[in-house]
């Protein structure tokens, strides 16, 4: 069965850009969770969608926005790019979204503003 | 504000050795604590998940526990081997499913 998959793997823009990420949850799983990390920290929340509704929010600027799809699949767009912006985006998919719920995490995407 | 501290250090250890991770919360009431792994360049991996009315909970080799009133949960592996060296995050949750993660402890484990 395929995890989480994350697209794309790798990125590099330029201070100022902006940058569109990508996930697909695993099958049946409704629930999709975007989360930062950066080098040396644990992953920080960012965004979590369920049926394709917000359902949190975490302490983000608004350059930071996301959508889910009917598919659940999801996208994550970051506008006006900042150096600090620069670290590794994880999408976590779980079944129902609940607290509690195993959340499985996909491989990332690593971005690199310079 | 919320914290939690995990060992910022890097635990070595003996293989065939349990090691022991440590992760303390402030200013939090979690419903759930859950404990991860994650190899470098990978997303983490979930290990074991434990319930604010729970003690203690083991899955083979692993071991979780929780004390409320101290703030802490405890993480063990016993028998540890080469193949555990990673770093190890927990994570809390409280009534909203979002997790709220430690900066991770890395774990080594030599022959």
């Known amino acids: 069965d395929a995890g989480v998959t994350q697209s794309p793997t790798h990125l590099i823009k330029t201070r100022g850009q902006h940058v569109t990420l990508r996930c697909s949850p695993i099958?049946?799983?409704?629930?999709v969770s975007w989360y930062q990390q950066v080098l040396g920290q644990g992953p920080q929340f960012i965004f979590q969608?369920?049926?394709?509704?917000?359902?949190g929010r975490g302490n983000f600027p608004d350059r930071f926005s996301a959508r889910q799809f009917p598919n659940y699949s999801s996208e994550l767009n970051v506008n006006a790019l900042l150096l600090g912006d620069s670290a590794l985006y994880l999408c976590?998919?779980?079944?129902?979204?609940?607290?509690?719920?195993?959340?499985?995490f996909g491989p990332g995407t690593r971005l690199t503003v310079l | 504000s919320q914290k939690i501290e995990q060992n910022s250090e890097a635990l070595n250890i003996q293989e065939g050795k349990t090691a022991t991770l440590t992760c303390n919360y402030t200013?939090?009431?979690?419903?759930?604590l859950q404990w991860y792994r994650q190899d470098p360049g990978r997303g983490p991996v979930f290990l074991l998940l434990i319930r604010e009315n729970e003690k203690e909970k083991r899955k083979e080799r692993l071991k979780v526990t929780f004390d409320t009133t101290l703030k802490q949960s405890l993480f063990h592996i016993t028998a540890s081997q080469p193949a555990d060296s990673a770093t190890y995050l927990c994570a809390l949750t409280g009534t909203a499913s979002k997790l709220t993660f430690g900066t991770g402890t890395r774990l080594q484990v030599t022959l």
């Open positions: 969608y369920y049926e394709k509704e917000e359902r």
């Open positions: 200013n939090y009431s979690p419903a759930y």
């Open positions: 099958s049946g799983h409704k629930s």
């Open positions: 976590a998919s779980s079944l129902a979204g609940t607290s509690g719920s195993e959340q499985f």
